[in-house]
């Protein structure tokens, strides 16, 4: 198992940056994939960035330009700047661990309001 805790969101104005870091424990070795998705109010739950154990990244399309996802291997965290952060980018913000046998983990989301 894999137990995920993130932290880092808050309020900010539009323009503004935060941090988000997911520090994740357990059976670290066997994770192949870590992510952030996002929630907005009324919407599902969207990949927002991802970065493999090879350190492959992948951005969606409102992420690209503005966000940066990366890690710290000698702490096991996970983080995404957030850069240019504009209101539509608010929602609960989540971390999530792919292990290698396909598993999936997910930590208790935080919470980012951007406002105009």
């Known amino acids: 198992q894999v137990q995920l805790v993130e932290s880092g969101g808050g309020l900010v104005q539009a323009g503004g940056s935060l941090r988000l870091s997911c520090a994740a424990s357990?059976?670290?070795?066997?994770?192949?994939?870590m992510a952030w998705y996002r929630q907005g109010p009324g919407k599902e739950r969207d990949l927002v960035a991802h970065i493999t154990k090879a350190g492959i990244t992948y951005y969606s399309d409102s992420a690209k330009g503005r966000f940066t996802i990366s890690r710290d291997n000698a702490k096991n965290t996970v983080y995404l700047q957030m850069n240019s952060l504009k209101p539509e980018d608010t929602a609960v913000y989540y971390c999530n661990a792919l292990l290698i046998t396909a598993s999936q983990y997910w930590g208790q989301g935080t919470q980012v309001t951007v406002s105009s």
């Open positions: 357990g059976s670290i070795f066997s994770i192949n994939r």
